[in-house]
């Protein structure tokens, strides 16, 4: 295989297994539903083997369970485990923030400009820009601890999406939840911003617990 090639089967892969996630996660994919390597081939136009690994990293991950003669089969992430996860989040990010003290003039640049553009993002309602905001603010947030575990954590529990499910379900309640949200990431930048640690983890913990309440309801 070329590199050429190894990088779109790769590329493909991660296309595909994002997709997937994202259908377990919001309950497209419920709980027991059995995923058909040919049949998803099929549906994505490629071969069974980047189907093949992307299920195993689901595997991996929890998401899905697969056994000899049976298949693999969604395990599913109900409501109580997506708030659990928020839970294991806010405890990282405090931590990122502890470890990315003293904060660079350059890494509060980009914290507020993100900050503001979710504030730019709110105001014209537009929800996608506002979490593709919110995303990138909390990913450097975790890039600046220097902890490249923490990064693994991210990427293998798949908060891109899982961040992306949760602002959407406030955002789908008419986007008067995401107010606070600006509100709290504007309070959070300014006590980055003052070199306040304690401060700040503070602010940590009160975002990721409101977004963690968009569940309660489930």
């Known amino acids: 295989m070329t590199a050429g090639a190894a990088l779109k089967r790769t590329c493909m892969r991660d296309h595909i297994r994002d997709m997937l996630v994202e259908r377990i996660l ?19 136009s490629v071969s ?8 195993r990293e689901l595997e991996g991950s929890g998401l899905v369970t697969s056994e000899r ?5 969604v395990r599913g992430a109900d409501y109580g485990e997506m708030r659990e996860s928020y ?17 660079a003039a350059s890494l509060l640049d980009e914290l507020e400009q993100r900050a503001r553009g979710m504030a730019r993002a709110m ?22 601890s220097g902890n490249r575990t923490f990064l693994t954590v991210w ?33 959070l930048c300014a006590r980055l911003r003052a070199q306040d640690v304690a401060g700040a983890t503070d ?5 990721f617990a ?3 309440a968009a569940f309660e309801t489930g």
């Open 210 to 212: 409101r977004i963690a």
């Open 203 to 207: 602010k940590v913990h009160s975002i």
């Open 48 to 55: 069974q083997a980047p189907i093949r690994e992307a299920l």
């Open 26 to 44: 919001d309950g497209t994919y419920p709980a027991g539903t059995q995923l058909k390597e040919l049949a998803l081939a099929r549906e994505f």
């Open 69 to 73: 003669f049976r298949g693999t089969r």
């Open 87 to 103: 839970e294991l989040r806010s405890m990282m990010e405090e931590r990122a923030v502890q470890l990315a003290a003293p904060f």
């Open 155 to 187: 990427d293998s529990l798949h908060w891109n999406i899982r961040g992306r499910i949760a602002l959407r379900q406030i955002a789908q309640r008419g986007g008067r939840g995401l107010r606070p949200l600006v509100d709290l990431h504007k309070s």
């Open 123 to 144: 105001r014209h309602a537009d929800w996608e820009r506002y979490i593709d905001e919110a995303l990138s603010f909390h990913r450097r947030l975790i890039e600046a």
